[in-house]
């Protein structure tokens, strides 16, 4: 992997103060673990001058200081860590599960996705449940786990127009990905169900309950339940 | 310890410092003071560090009283302030005695105005940092906009006042633009020469919807036509996937507006990015208002560095603060 990966990265000046580092431009699973590895690479040995790291699908930011450091010196060293990905240790994924109430006044859009499918609601929910996704990066806001890949039968378009305000919590598909999000934003995925589990906790170890690499499942839960879970 | 009584918060009054980084990888963004030279300077004037939490203050400014008085300086935008209906001065270090009321009003120039009191403002630290993250609720007073009848804690105090003035000729340098640097974005690319020469030789306008995510102009629709094709983008396949997405970043929406992404932008993001406003003139976005008309000038990325190096060397110039 070590050639493909310096010789198949590619380096774009992002701004004055980032240079992004792209493997390839397709979402795979090949390229998610090569971000993955430099990631972590990058945070075992951290390069002086870096300030922080953006993760996404198959590219990974890096945000410098530019008084000490320039694009071209970065991406020097930058090289010389891509041909060590290859002896980047990665644990095993964790599995995480997530409660989900589906439908009603939690997913209000699930009617909407089995009427685009020609799918019944337990359809979409077995369908949606019974996959096991992998977090690719978190991004957008605070604690937002990008999943992929949904089930073939459910990649749906975004809404036309985005929701004002999306509550916390709410499960969410859009193209062949899905999400929950963490706080309440606008946002335009549509909303199949909500977890009562927070998603991005200060006080919490890691802030976050997902990270980059962990695999996810849905778990159907019914409102009585999701009540008593809120409650806990 | 002293403290400062909120009165009036004004429209929307946040603690802020110079941001947290290092969090990309859990999708917080840094968030900080939108005219981050304003509170250095702030600082600088009361004898804080540089980077001490302080209150920023949009457009319209609030009333504060320091019961036990403090060693405070104003700097940004004109807010037409009043200490006891005493005109305050701007980019100065001055004194409030106990229970001497504070008044900030509505802006007579940009959107923001700073206020940094000698101690610095006493927070619990959230990741290290004591900026206000409004999207996430953290960070800051309670992760919010402070309320009338809040009370906040000031820092330990140490020196004695000492008048300081920001010097003339750095507040001249410093000002801020409306005429904003930019270098190429990561798909500038995308788009097409006829766009390219549009947006730089455009006018655009601010618009309400502007905040510390991020400000929406209005203007003529750049077309990005090319952002579907797959012979003009050097392989890629022509559908933009989500990438990190750095400050400043001037994203072209579907409706071909840009928005450029500020202090508390999102991490990632799945718009074509135009252009990049440079480091240098991070502190300008800061001072734009609603309805501000901006335009934009392409730069050499050699120009952007020395740009943003000459502006530090003015910062750190022994002649950038007078003492009297």
């Keep these: 992997m070590s050639p493909t990966a310096a010789e198949g990265a590619r380096f774009q000046f992002a701004s004055d103060q980032s240079l992004l580092v792209s493997f390839g431009s397709k979402i795979t699973r090949g390229a998610h673990q090569q971000v993955l590895r430099l990631l972590r690479l990058l ?72 009427a685009l499918h020609k799918l019944t609601p337990e359809q979409v929910i077995e369908l949606h449940s019974a996959a096991t996704y992998l977090v690719y990066f978190l991004g957008f806001v605070p604690g937002f786990a990008y999943l ?11 809404l036309p127009t985005p929701r004002r305000k999306v509550p916390a919590g709410s499960v969410a598909i859009a193209g062949n990905q ?55 | 310890m002293s403290e400062i009584h909120v009165q009036a918060p004004g429209l929307l009054t946040t603690v802020q410092d ?97 206020l940094c009191v000698h101690g610095g403002i006493a927070v619990p630290l959230f990741l290290g940092g004591a900026a206000t993250h409004l999207l ?15 009370v906040l804690q000031i820092g330990p105090t140490n020196t004695p006042f000492r008048k300081r003035t920001l010097s003339p000729h750095a507040r001249e340098r410093l000002s801020p633009r409306k005429v904003l640097r930019v270098t190429p974005g990561p798909q500038h690319e995308w788009f097409s020469d006829a766009a390219r020469r549009a947006f730089l030789s455009s006018t655009y306008c601010v618009t309400e919807e502007s905040n510390r995510m991020g400000l929406r102009l209005e203007g ?36 071909g507006l840009p928005i450029i992404l500020f202090v508390e932008q999102q991490t990632t993001g799945g ?6 406003v440079i480091s240098a003139d991070f502190h300008s976005l800061g001072q734009l208002r609603p309805r501000d008309e901006i335009r934009f000038e392409q730069i050499a990325w050699d120009t952007a560095r020395s740009l943003l190096i000459e502006q530090e060397e003015l910062l750190s110039s022994l002649d950038l603060i007078l003492e009297s």
């Excluded at chain 1, 409660?99 to 006044?105: K, Q, R």
């Excluded at chain 1, 919490?204 to 849905?218: M, N, Q, T, W, Y």
């Design chain 1, 43 to 114: 945070e075992s040995e951290p390069v002086a001058g870096v300030r922080n790291l953006h993760p996404a699908y198959c590219s990974l930011l890096v945000k410098f200081d530019p008084l000490r450091l320039r694009h071209e010196d970065l991406q020097a060293i930058l090289q010389q860590y891509l041909t060590r990905l290859e002896d980047v240790k990665l644990p095993e994924p964790r599995l995480v599960e997530i409660p989900v109430c589906y439908g009603g006044e939690y997913g209000p859009d699930l009617l909407d996705v089995c």
């Design chain 1, 148 to 158: 992929g890949e949904l089930p073939d039968a459910l990649i749906t378009p975004r």
């Design chain 1, 178 to 232: 899905t999400g929950v999000y963490p706080v309440a934003t606008p946002g335009g995925w549509r909303l199949l169900g909500r977890t009562p589990l927070a998603m991005f906790r200060p006080e919490r170890e890691g802030l976050s309950l997902l990270a980059i690499g962990d695999h996810v499942r849905f778990v159907p839960i019914s409102p009585g339940q999701f009540a008593a879970l809120e409650r806990a």
């Design chain 2, 18 to 114: 110079l941001g947290r980084e290092g969090f990309g990888p859990l999708g917080v963004s840094p968030s900080g003071a939108a005219d981050a030279i304003s509170l250095r300077i702030g600082n600088r004037l009361v004898g804080n560090a540089e980077g001490a939490a302080a209150l920023e203050m949009t457009l319209l400014g609030g009333t504060f009283v320091f019961p036990q008085g403090a060693v405070f300086a104003l700097t940004g935008s004109d807010f037409g302030a009043t200490l006891d209906e005493a005109p305050v001065q701007l980019w100065a270090s001055c004194v409030a005695r106990p229970s001497q009321l504070l008044r900030v009003g509505p802006t007579r120039s940009g959107a923001r105005c700073y």
């Design chain 2, 136 to 150: 996430s609720g953290l960070g800051g007073h309670e992760g919010r906009g402070l309320r009338k009848g809040d």
């Design chain 2, 220 to 255: 003529p629709a750049i077309s990005s036509a090319s952002a579907g094709d797959t012979s003009t983008n050097d392989g890629n396949t022509g559908e933009m996937i989500t990438e990190g997405v750095a400050l400043g970043a001037v994203q072209i929406t579907a409706a």
């Design chain 2, 271 to 276: 718009y074509a990015k135009l252009a990049n």
